[in-house]
């Protein structure tokens, strides 16, 4: 709710699909199997974004943990594909 009230949309999203979490110590820890959502998570403005919304909630800690069976980019891709009949266009910044 915090990220939407606060024009996050995309992060938002992203967090209401997430289901992987725990709390050990204290420690809101997020998981995902996905590397594009760790990616996407751990981009510093949108880390801090992310900070703010936990500390609204009273956790001033947490993680975000790639799991152990992590999707490739490929297999992002294809997925992807799959949902917008191959027209998924790849650009690499670098």
Known sequence: MYLR???????????GDITDVDIKNDVF????????????LSEPSNYNELKKAFEFFGYNQFEI???EKSLTDEDNIRILNKYFNNEVIVINKK
């Open 5 to 15: 009230e606060h024009n996050n949309i995309i992060l938002h999203i992203i967090c």
């Open 29 to 40: 820890i997020i998981k995902s199997e996905q590397k594009n959502i760790i990616d996407i």
């Open 65 to 67: 943990k790639q799991t």
